[in-house]
């Protein structure tokens, strides 16, 4: 026991991070909980209404990565994204991601919590998920454990992303976002806003 512990403190937090999909902070601009900036979560703008946390999985529950423990363990933000990313992508093949199919809309499947987090892997949408759209993709992150995507040129697929947004907006569980985003060049912007 004294020897598994030994491990788990020797190794540093910020190598368990990964990359965690967040909505923007409340409108009032007005922080849920004070804290000192170095206990405050590492936040990682993302386009204007995304932001990006890391999460270290303690086995219950997750942990927020804190600016201190990048003090800590001295590295940067740029370092902590890399290895979010990196530690997603293997999250995303230990737990056999799925896509499926309803009509025009496909959805990908992982089991919960990181779903839409997925957005930030490039090799998902460059290649995974050519294999259903040809062309520009269009996709909803509505709350962590949603991602859908279609063609941004299937008028029955957009149709089917605002309904999907519709059902879980504005009661959903860990919302983050009620925008369509579309996929050009490699970057995500927002493809309509659904102010519902």
């Known amino acids: 026991m004294r020897a598994c512990l030994k491990i788990m403190a020797s190794q540093k937090i910020t190598s368990q ?14 922080p849920l909980v004070n804290l000192s900036p170095k206990d405050d979560p590492v936040v990682r703008p993302y386009l204007q209404d995304l932001h990006i946390c890391y999460l270290a ?5 997750y942990r927020y990565i804190q600016n201190r423990h990048l003090e800590e363990d001295g590295i940067s933000v740029d370092e ?3 290895i979010g990313l990196r530690n997603l992508s293997h999250l995303v093949a230990q737990r056999n991601a799925i896509v499926q199919r309803n009509g025009q ?12 987090s997925a957005l930030l892997l490039d090799s998902l949408w460059d290649y995974q998920f050519r294999e259903f759209v040809a062309g520009d993709y269009a996709t909803v992150i509505p709350a962590r454990d949603v991602l859908a995507f279609c063609d941004a040129s299937s008028q029955l697929g ?5 309904a999907m947004i519709n059902r879980l907006w504005p009661t959903g569980d860990h919302l983050i976002s009620n925008n369509i985003y579309v996929r050009r060049s490699s970057k995500w912007t ?4 659904l102010w519902i």
């Open 105 to 116: 809309v496909f959805a990908f499947l992982m089991g919960g919590d990181f779903e839409a």
């Open 190 to 193: 927002i493809f309509e806003s």
């Open 17 to 30: 991070a990964i990359a965690y999909m967040k909505g923007s902070p409340p409108k009032d601009g007005q």
């Open 80 to 82: 902590l994204h890399q």
């Open 158 to 162: 957009i149709d089917g992303l605002r």
């Open 57 to 61: 999985d303690e086995g219950q529950s």
